[in-house]
Every structure is written in C-alpha cells, then in structure tokens.
C-alpha cells in the first residue's frame, strides 16, 4: 500500500473511530504518518484531549489518568494492526501538545474548546522556547558555552 493510501485507511478507521466516542472532545494524527515520513517500523501517533472536567482554565498539563485511556489504546492498535503511541493533550507538556495539533485533525467535536487549548498551548510553547533561547544566549555570553 502507497503512503497516501495507508495515511488515508488510518485516518479513515481513525475517524470512524473517534466520531462515535463522546469523552473526546478533539484528536489528531501526528508524527511520521501526519508528515509523510513515516516507513514500515513506524508507529502511529495520536493524540486526544478528552473533555475536561471543568472548562476554565484549560485543562493542560494535568496529572489526571483518564479510565478510557487503556481501552482507547487496545481498540486503536487493534483496529490499526500496528503500534499505537496514544498521548493525552490534557495531561503533556504544552510543548508537546502545540506540536501534536499541527498534526492532521482526526474529529474536532467541540471548536470552541479546541480554540480555547490550542491559544493556551501555543503561548505556553512559544513562552517556553523563548525561554530556551535567552537562557542558551546568556550561557554563551557568560563563556558556559564555547562558540566554535
């Protein structure tokens, strides 16, 4: 089967999937299948939020398990017959998360909610990298780091 054709079954099953599950309120396909990278060891990569339980403030970042983590896992690596590596929005960092929703949507069923994270994530992300940098800077200026 060509890469199209596999990323268009998997989004497919995943879609068909994901439109008949009432707790997640968005999901995505990510990594190497959303890039047109992915070869024949590669797992496939999605992500889900599921629908909080308070709406403010977005729920990210949280250590909250979600009882439907398992069994989501075990249909999608059975529906897929290939590995599933299932990441849940709700609880990764947002650096994580910001680059997951620039994957391929597989249901957005709540756009208010899904607008909502991905303003959060993304400041959150672009913080954090901004963060990075000065700090990187400020370690070279201080001769932390040696320039070659």
């Given at each position: ?45 999605v992500a889900v939020y ?99």
């Amino acid at each position: 089967m060509g890469k199209k054709l596999e990323v268009d079954h998997i989004l497919k099953v995943l879609r068909e999937y994901f439109s008949s599950r009432e707790d997640v309120a968005f999901s995505f396909l990510f990594g190497s299948y959303a890039d047109g990278t992915a070869t024949s060891l590669s797992d496939v990569d999605v992500a889900v939020y599921f629908y909080p339980k308070r709406r403010r403030p977005v729920e990210f970042e949280e250590p909250i398990y979600y009882e439907a983590e398992d069994r989501i896992w075990a249909d999608l690596d059975g529906l897929l017959k290939k590995e599933v590596e299932l990441v849940v929005l709700n609880r990764v960092p947002a650096t994580v998360s910001a680059s997951a929703i620039r994957g391929i949507p597989i249901v957005i069923n709540d756009w208010g909610l899904y607008l909502d994270f991905m303003e959060v994530v993304t400041s959150e992300a672009m913080d954090f990298r901004e963060m990075l940098i000065r700090d990187f800077l400020e370690e070279m200026d201080e001769g932390g780091v040696r320039k070659i």
